[in-house]
């Protein structure tokens, strides 16, 4: 039995079978980023050595039957712009390569202080969260593990290519704009983005404050249910947080699609999409009828529109955001300085890399006057715009079904000179934060190169089983994991 | 609308950013780009329809004003990167 490549629900279930112990499902996972991680380059931080010792404590505390929590001794990666308590929390950036966080965020907290799950290490990212490659992060360019040549999507690119890569069971990301979706899709692993407001905000760090949200990314939709479960719930600490009670996801897994009604967008097959992504998601929907699903084409012409609003709101909240950024309190401060002003803009400009500079002066010149109605008060129109042509069509639908990405995992440095073309990356997945609505991205089959195509489900507010239960279908069915594996290639050696 | 070197300036002077000289054409090509783009929320059809500020309709959530003590106060000062007595540390300012 190959340990890591078991979903966390296969692991668990051996744990309680006794088929293996806490101690030897850690030990699996430390020798498999020992291995690969030199590929890959998917940690900002590794745990290892705290990883081993924190299971011997959790093996012994469960031999003495100490509560611990469903999922105690289950390792665990996390996105590095979720703060833990003592341990470097970085963004990928320049601006806080040092910062340790005087506390644990929300999730941090359920996952690792209440179920005790253990802590593999802070997974890279595009710094602050912002870009679809992971190559504007400050520290490494993790590489994707079906094709070493080629990015694992971003920003949460550290997590897909973590968990595909079998170094960590799941994983944490955020996603503000695809950032859950799409390195998932491009990396053949599951990513769910929740509601906004199911998941708390409280402790991850701030790129776009109205969508933002944090969600798993997993090798299996059983294991998203799972992890979702866990991390959903009411937090007073963030106020757009829901007061909703918690659920159990999991049980909404059905295996059973017969007469969901399911839409699917002609305008998110247009000509910016790969024509293997269409065929793909195309056999996928045959593949629901044959399921008894219950396939419609419908119109949502709003994905254009989304696109644009997406990077006006985004960098205008990121610009205001990312003022905290001073070289006072914490973060980076540069050695050049005569008075306090310097410090300010030299501590930014030298922390700070191009492409969040670049986020934020747009930011900041749609929102400054004169260009505030033209750019800013405009988009947040069209926000409504979004929302209200989704309601419409989540009122026929019970899920709306679109490719994840426009391509599959493009080659590192292809579109890193060039920032709309990375941006055009997010095309099919921004409008869905920008209406607030849960995104789950799945496998759904491989391009002639071998590298995986993911499918989005889009589901109402707050109804995440349905999709989840769509996804769950699906996957029984198609047997993606059975199928294809990640091999590494185009490495060196 | 075109943006012009020195409204380029301009901003980043708001955002506290300073752009060197040989990045600024860089940073105008790839604003003008992406403004260009943008530009295409004034053609959405959006007469008469309000403005979302967030993705929900919620405003105003209250809670108790309650004072808690945060326990490691170190833990707060410790990523500071000049202190002196329990104090942030900066450059005279007047």
Not at chain 1, 68 to 83: E, H, S, T, V
Not at chain 1, 176 to 203: E, F, N
Not at chain 1, 389 to 406: C, G, H, I, M, Q
Request: charged share 30%; hydrophobic share 35%.
């Amino acid at each position: 039995m190959n340990i890591t490549e078991l979903t966390v629900h296969e692991l668990k279930e051996k744990l309680d079978k006794k088929e293996l112990t806490i101690t030897e499902i850690t030990k699996a996972y430390v020798d498999r980023i020992n291995e690969k991680e030199k590929d890959v380059q998917s940690f900002v931080t590794t745990l290892t050595d705290e990883a081993i010792e924190k299971s011997k404590k959790i093996e012994e505390k469960l031999k003495n039957n100490e509560n611990l929590g469903k999922y105690a001794g289950i390792p665990i990666g996390i996105k590095d712009n979720m703060c833990t308590k003592g341990i470097k929390t970085t963004c990928s950036s320049r601006m806080l390569e040092n910062f340790i966080s005087p506390y644990d965020g929300t999730v941090v907290n359920r996952v690792i202080n209440e179920e005790n799950m253990i802590d593999l290490g802070k997974l890279n990212m595009d710094e602050f969260a912002m870009g679809s490659s992971t190559e504007t992060s400050y520290f490494k360019k993790t590489k994707n593990p079906w094709d070493l040549r080629k990015v694992p999507g971003g920003s949460s690119g550290g997590s897909a290519a973590a968990v595909a890569a079998n170094m960590v069971p799941w994983a944490l990301g955020s996603d503000t704009g695809g950032s859950i979706r799409q390195p998932a899709s491009l990396c053949g692993v599951v990513g769910l983005k929740p509601t906004y407001g199911l998941v708390s905000r409280y402790g991850l760090v701030a790129f776009a404050s109205s969508l933002d949200q944090i969600g798993p990314i997993t090798k299996d939709v059983r294991d998203a249910a799972m992890l979702l479960s866990i991390i959903a719930g009411h937090d007073e600490k963030d106020t757009t947080s829901a007061n909703i009670p918690k659920k159990d996801y999991t049980k909404a897994l059905k295996n059973d699609v017969n007469g969901l009604k399911i839409g699917v967008p002609k305008e998110f097959f247009g000509e910016g999409i790969n024509e293997e992504v269409k065929e793909s998601i195309n056999k996928a929907i045959e593949k629901y009828k044959e399921l008894g699903a219950i396939v419609e084409e419908t119109s949502l012409d709003v994905a254009e529109y989304a696109l644009a609003t997406y990077y006006i709101i985004a960098c205008a909240e990121a610009s205001s955001n990312l003022g905290r950024f001073d070289g006072i309190r914490y973060g980076y401060r540069t050695k050049n300085f005569t008075d306090l002003q310097e410090i300010y803009e030299n501590s930014r400009s030298e922390g700070f890399g191009a492409e969040v500079k670049r986020r934020i002066i747009l930011g900041t010149y749609v929102l400054s006057s004169g260009y505030y109605d033209a750019y800013y008060k405009k988009a947040q129109q069209v926000r409504t715009l979004v929302k209200n042509e989704f309601a419409k069509n989540l009122s026929k639908y019970d899920v709306l079904l679109t490719p994840t990405s426009p391509t599959t995992a493009f080659k590192l440095g292809e579109k890193s000179n060039n920032p709309l073309e990375m941006y055009l990356a997010d095309i099919c997945t921004v409008s869905v934060n920008i209406a607030g609505l849960p995104g789950l991205s799945i496998p759904c089959g491989v391009d002639k190169s071998g590298m995986p195509i993911g499918m989005q489900l889009i589901g109402k507010a707050f109804d995440e089983e349905t999709i989840l239960n769509a996804g769950y279908t699906f996957e029984q069915a198609y047997k993606f994991r059975e199928k294809y594996k990640p091999d590494f290639k185009g490495g060196n050696n | 609308m075109k943006v012009e070197r020195e409204e380029l300036l301009h901003i980043a002077k708001l955002a506290n950013l300073k752009i060197n000289e040989e990045e600024i054409d860089d940073y105008l090509l790839n604003l003008q780009d992406i403004l260009n783009f943008a530009n295409i929320v004034n053609d959405a059809p959006v007469e008469g329809l309000k403005e979302t500020v967030g993705s929900d309709d919620r405003y105003n959530v209250f809670r108790k004003d309650e004072v808690k003590e945060f326990e490691d106060e170190e833990s707060l000062l410790q990523n500071a990167p000049e202190k002196e007595n329990h104090m942030f540390k900066i450059p005279k300012v007047l």
